[in-house]
């Protein structure tokens, strides 16, 4: 990147300005200190007219920020046609305020360093731009009650994540969310959660993670029972505008 800035002109300073970026984020891209949004990597190259040689890096970019087995997942996101997930631990990834995702890499043991936390955090708020995809995919998310009382981060991060989750109800048409009571004493749900997909070609698709290890299915007859048991799910769970009642209702008491 700082070569080809430097052949079309540019200091790093009216880059940053041309890019609407800090220079400091710039000099660190540059110094491979962090890793850049794929958006960023795009129009780097535009500005400085560098004949695919930086957008041909977005695949290597995406190598460093996903681990292995949700890589191709995270590919394939971008392009969804149908995206849905049952939560029982966290609020979705697509739906996290920069705040709760960092608290919830900060509480990951291991522990991550600062500037592993910075690039999950990262990767974690670039794939939300899938929402606001045109045309955009059909989002549907069955959240456990529980995970609407998780003070993660504390009372007010979780407060400000509810808000997020309102204004994200409100603001997409595509997106469902529902919430699961916990008085339910018993579900289509409790081997754990899931998160599924139908691609643009008609694929479907299910990411199941766990203490033991990630697992990416795409066997049909799996992910067909998998797409029939979210079914049942949503028709067990609140419905979405009794859910967003309870997430206010939550919300106010924080």
């Not at 041309?18 to 200190?33: D, M, Q, T």
């Not at 695919?52 to 392009?79: H, I, M, N, Q």
């Not at 808000?163 to 081997?191: F, K, W």
Request: charged share 25%; with cysteine; proline share 5%.
């Amino acid at each position: 990147m700082r070569i080809h800035r430097v052949r079309a002109g540019f200091t790093q300073k009216a880059a940053a300005e041309k890019l609407l970026i800090s220079e400091s984020l710039l000099g660190a891209v540059e110094r491979a200190e962090r890793i850049p949004s794929l958006d960023l990597l795009v129009a780097v190259e535009e500005l400085f007219k560098a004949d695919g040689a930086l957008k041909a890096c977005c695949d290597l970019v995406d190598e460093e920020k996903y681990s292995p087995r949700f890589l191709d997942w995270a590919k394939l996101e971008r392009t969804a046609r149908v995206i849905s997930a049952y939560e029982t631990m966290l609020m979705p990834g697509l739906l996290q305020t920069e705040a709760y995702a960092t608290a919830l890499h900060r509480a990951r043991v291991p522990a991550y360093s600062e500037a592993e936390i910075i690039q999950h955090v990262e990767a974690r708020l670039e794939r939300q731009a899938v929402l606001d995809r045109t045309p955009p995919p059909r989002v549907g998310f069955v959240i456990e009650e529980s995970v609407l009382d998780r003070t993660l981060g504390g009372p007010q991060v979780l407060k400000e994540q509810l808000r997020h989750l309102l204004d994200c109800i409100e603001r997409y048409n595509h997106l469902t969310v529902q919430v699961m009571p916990s008085a339910q004493h018993t579900h289509a749900g409790l081997n754990g959660p899931m998160q599924l997909m139908s691609t643009a070609e008609g694929r479907t698709l299910l990411f199941a993670e766990g203490q033991g290890g990630d697992r990416l299915i795409s066997k049909p007859e799996q992910v067909g029972d998998m797409f029939d048991l979210f079914g049942i799910l949503r028709a067990q769970a609140h419905n979405p505008w009794e859910s967003a009642e309870v997430i206010k209702k939550k919300m106010g008491q924080l």
